[in-house]
C-alpha cells in the first residue's frame, strides 16, 4: 500500500457523502486494492439504508384517524404580528391630528367632527382587539394555567 | 406512498395542511414513517412502542405546524421533535442503539450481501456503544438515514465538528473491519 492510498483511504473515511471527488475517482480506478475496499465500504453502507420489516408499518391510517381530535394546523398569525399590527393601526391613529386634512376638517366644522372621528377610531380599535383576544384565547388560557401553576 | 404522493414536495403537502386539507398530511407521515420508527426502536426495542411513539411524534409535528418557521427542511424539523422526545423518554426505555436487520425483502439476500451488512450493523453498534448516549443517535441518522451533518446538527445541537469525528472514526472502523475479513 502506498501512501497515496493511504491518503486515498483517509480522505474516503472523511467524506460527507459517497460522491467521490474526482482526484478520488482517478486513484480508484488506477488501484485495485482501494477500488475493491471502496466497494465493500460502499456496499455495507448502502446496505444499511435497507428499511427493516418492523419500519414497514404504515403509520397513516393511525395517526389521520386521531388529526379530528387535534388543534387545527391551519395558518394563523403569530402573536407577535397580532400586536406589532396593533401598534401601527394605535401609532398611525395618534398621527390623524397632525394631518393636513384634520386641520381642514377642523376649519371647517370646529371640533364637532372630532367626538364621532373618535368614535369611529375607538370602534376600529375596540374590533380589532376582540378578534385578538378571541383569536388567542386558548393561548391566554394556557398562559394563565402556566402563570398559575408557577406561583402555587 | 402512491406515485401521486410522492411528487407531492414537502412545501406543497404543508402548504396544503396550512390550508385546511388534513388528509396531506398522511403524505407526509408515510415519507418519514420509516425514520421516526427506526428512531423510536433504537430508544425502546419494542414494536409497540416504538409506534406509540412515532404515532406521538407526528401527531406534536401535526400541532406545531402553523407554528413551523422553516428555517430548516420539515425533515429535519420532524427529527429534532423526536430526537427531543427519544431523549426525554431514554431514562425509561435504557440505552439507544440501532435496529437489528430483519429485512422482509422481495429477493433473500446474498451470503455476501448478508455478511457485509452484518458487519456494518456491528461496527454501527460498537462505535454506538463507545459514546455517550445523545451523540449514539448522530451515527443512526447519518448510516441509516443518509442525513446530511448540518441537518443532524439542527436536529440534534450537536455541534458538526463532533458528529463529523464520530462518523469519520466509524467509517474507519467499518473499512479495517470489513479489510481484516478479507485478509
Known sequence: MTMECDLFLARLDSLETGRLPSDLEEHAAGCVSCARTLARVEGARRLLDVSPAACLVDLAPRVGALLPFMPSARRRVQMRDWLLAGALILGSMAFVPFLADFSTLRAAYGNRFVVPLGLVLGMAVTAYGAVFIAGHLDEFSKRWHVGGAVHR | ?183
Request: hydrophobic share 40%; net charge negative; glycine share 6%.
Open chain 2, 1 to 183: 406512498m402512491s406515485r401521486r404522493d410522492a411528487d407531492v414536495g414537502d412545501e406543497e403537502a404543508l402548504e396544503r395542511i396550512l390550508a385546511g386539507d388534513v388528509d396531506a398530511f398522511s403524505i407526509l407521515v408515510r415519507r418519514y414513517q420509516a425514520r421516526i420508527l427506526r428512531l423510536g426502536y433504537g430508544f425502546f426495542k419494542d414494536a409497540d412502542e416504538a409506534q406509540d411513539f412515532a404515532q406521538d411524534v407526528f401527531l406534536k409535528a401535526y400541532a406545531g405546524l402553523a407554528g413551523f418557521g422553516r428555517r430548516s427542511s420539515f425533515s429535519t424539523w420532524l427529527t429534532r421533535i423526536a430526537y427531543n422526545a427519544g431523549i426525554n423518554a431514554r431514562r425509561k426505555a435504557g440505552r439507544y442503539e440501532p435496529l437489528d436487520y430483519d429485512p422482509v425483502d422481495d429477493r433473500l439476500p446474498s451470503p455476501e450481501e448478508e455478511h457485509l451488512r452484518s458487519e456494518a450493523l456491528l461496527t454501527l453498534r460498537a462505535a454506538m456503544a463507545a459514546l455517550p448516549e445523545r451523540q449514539a443517535v448522530c451515527l443512526d441518522l447519518y448510516f441509516r438515514d443518509g442525513m446530511k451533518y448540518a441537518d443532524i446538527r439542527a436536529a440534534t445541537g450537536i455541534p458538526v465538528n463532533t458528529i463529523k469525528s464520530h462518523v469519520f472514526r466509524a467509517k474507519r472502523d467499518l473499512r479495517l473491519a470489513l479489510d481484516v475479513e478479507e485478509a
